[in-house]
């Protein structure tokens, strides 16, 4: 008899096609545990992973969705403007409290946008010794973000690969007290995070298992702090990869640029069937990035930077021949002049163009 895994993960309709890579990825390489994964979504239906629970079947696992609030939850739940974070992504708040089972005693957290490249059975396993989490030591995280946790007083939290010991955090806590902690961080932050939240109240309660061999950020910004080779070498210990993002959203399926793990995701995203929705979302990404950088380059062409100037040179030269006493008429006539010089500019460039072109031919 297979021991149970019980597993957390966020998703909806707008993305969770993203997250069969994950779902298969878990399933597959954690065939001597009977998962349990709870797939938390605000507007999900049974009806949307056919495909998933298919695999589930497959496998022998077990999908459960579980309804989110996202409305309810906006009304605690306060994100910057420039974040591109979901309100439904912040579930882990209610988790413990109003979402899981009573049954479920402990729980291991991944997310939508990962790959499971090992075993997570032993990790699942592992004794809380009385602590609230485990999760990945703080040595991949950025340094400001460890310097932010000392400076209030919490400790560095890895939320993907995280396990929870929710028994004891029911006994101990109130998800009062969880969002009191979260306006608590927001004060400091200026916004809702999962990671400093937990790591403020669980604080000395938090085991750690080593980095190198638990999971692994892929992103431009740890591809820079951590380079190439260790993140490469990191690959063949960690039982997880995990392509977090910025402000560029840059994943796997819309790759502003290419990290190592890509292509371990896309070995997963060629057998699936969302595969040509895949190929077809990159097009379309691709279009507006593209249609963005032509309105960019519209809003800075010559045109616009010449008329920009000919108007500020207007409007000073107006203020000049006010100060200096001339009267309105001359500086009518100033100010004729210059744009006269800016038409006679636009139509030799354009006569000079034309030539141009003749000559071509």
Request: charged share 25%.
């Amino acid at each position: 008899m297979r021991a149970r895994m019980n597993v957390y993960l966020t998703t909806g309709r707008k993305n969770y096609k993203y997250a069969y890579v994950a779902i298969k990825s878990l399933f597959e390489r954690n065939q001597n545990s009977e998962i349990y994964l709870y797939i938390v979504s605000e507007d999900l239906e049974e009806s949307d992973l056919s495909h998933e629970n298919e695999l589930a079947r497959h496998y022998g696992h077990h999908i459960i969705i579980l309804r989110f609030d996202e409305e309810a939850a906006g009304r605690h739940i306060k994100f910057g403007p420039n974040d591109h974070w979901a309100v439904g992504a912040m579930s882990s708040y209610w988790m413990f409290h109003e979402l899981l089972p009573e049954e479920v005693d402990r729980i291991i957290v991944i997310e939508s946008d990962t790959v499971i490249v090992g075993d997570l059975s032993e990790i699942y396993a592992t004794d809380f010794e009385g602590a609230y989490a485990i999760c990945p030591g703080p040595e991949h995280k950025p340094k400001n973000h460890r310097d932010f946790m000392d400076k209030i007083g919490g400790e560095c939290l890895t939320f993907v690969l995280s396990m929870y010991n929710v028994e004891k955090i029911r006994k101990d806590f109130t998800l009062e007290d969880i969002l009191n902690t979260d306006a608590a961080i927001r004060k400091q932050a200026g916004n809702s995070m999962m990671e400093l939240t937990f790591g403020l109240l669980f604080a000395g309660k938090i085991k750690y298992i080593p980095a190198r061999t638990a999971c692994i950020d892929e992103n431009e910004r740890y591809m820079e702090e951590l380079g190439y080779d260790y993140v490469a070498e990191c690959e063949k210990t960690a039982k997880i990869i995990h392509f977090s993002s910025y402000g560029d959203y840059s994943k796997p399926w819309n790759p502003v640029f290419l990290v190592p793990g890509y292509s371990v995701w896309w070995k997963y995203a060629v057998d699936s069937p969302y595969y040509k929705e895949y190929i077809e979302r990159q097009w379309q990404f691709y279009n507006n990035t593209r249609k963005k950088q032509q309105e960019i380059a519209k809003n800075i062409s010559y045109k616009n930077i010449l008329l920009c100037t000919v108007i500020f040179m207007t409007v000073i030269l107006l203020v000049l021949c006010l100060t200096a006493g001339l009267d309105l008429a001359g500086c009518l006539a100033v100010s004729g002049t210059v744009l006269l010089s800016f038409g006679l500019s636009l139509l030799v460039r354009r006569i000079t163009i034309a030539i141009g072109k003749v000559r071509s031919r």
